[in-house]
C-alpha cells in the first residue's frame, strides 16, 4: 500500500540549514508529484513547494530563495533543503502524495510528519 | 495567490447537521478538496473535486459547490468527528489551504 514517511534532525539552530527525507513506497515517484506542507504549532497548513513527477519543481514564492526539493527515484527517496532557518520556520513537516482521480488533482496520501524546531 | 476563507470555530451536539464554509478569493472552478486533522495525525482526505466522496469516508460527510463558495457538510455529527476541517485548492497555482475550522461536540 502506499506510504510516505518523513525523517530529520528535529532541532536546528538559526541560519543552519534543515535537511529532510521523505521515503515512499508502493508507487513510483515517476509517477505521482510529491508535495510539502507545514504546520506552525497550532497554526494552518502552508504549502511549502512540489516535485513533480517529470523531477521539475515548484516553491513556495515566499520560500523559493531558500529551498530546494529534489530526489533519487532509484530509492524513492525526496528531499527538502531549507537554509537560513529562522524561528518562524519551527513546524511540522509533512510530505504528501498529489493523485489524480478524474480531473482533479489532491493530496491522497500523508506521511505522519516530522516536528522540526528552530532553536539555539 | 488565492486566499480561502473558512468559518470560525464551531460546536454542535452529537446528531446534529453541520456545515462548514470556505470561500475562494477567486474562482477554483470545482478544485476544492477536504481535510480533516485530528491532533496530532496528518490530514485525511475527506472529499475531492467539490463533492466527491473519497474511498472510505463515511457518506456523513459530503460537499458541495463551485466558483469561490463551498461547503461541507457532516449529517449526522458524531463525537468522532471532533477535528478541524482544511478546504484546500489545486484549481490556481499556488496550492493554497484555509486557515481551518475547528469543530468540537458539545
Known sequence: QVQLKESGPGLVQPSQTLSLTCTVSGFSLTSNSVHWVRQPPGKGLEWVGAIWSGGSTDYNSALKSRLSISRDTSKSQVFLKMNSLQTEDTAIYFCTREGLRRVYWYFDFWGPGTMVTVSS | ?106
Open chain 2, 1 to 106: 495567490d488565492t486566499v480561502l476563507t473558512q468559518s470560525p470555530a464551531l460546536a454542535v451536539s452529537p446528531g446534529e447537521r453541520v456545515t462548514i464554509s470556505c470561500r475562494a478569493s477567486e474562482s477554483v472552478s470545482t478544485g476544492m478538496h477536504w481535510y480533516q486533522q485530528k491532533p496530532g495525525q496528518q490530514p485525511k482526505l475527506l472529499i475531492y473535486g467539490a463533492s466527491n466522496l473519497e474511498s472510505g469516508v463515511p457518506a456523513r460527510f459530503s460537499g458541495s459547490g463551485s466558483g469561490t463558495d463551498f461547503t461541507l457538510t457532516i449529517d449526522p455529527v458524531e463525537a468522532d468527528d471532533t477535528a478541524t476541517y482544511f478546504c484546500q485548492q489545486s484549481w490556481n497555482d499556488p496550492y493554497t489551504f484555509g486557515a481551518g475550522t475547528k469543530l468540537e461536540l458539545k
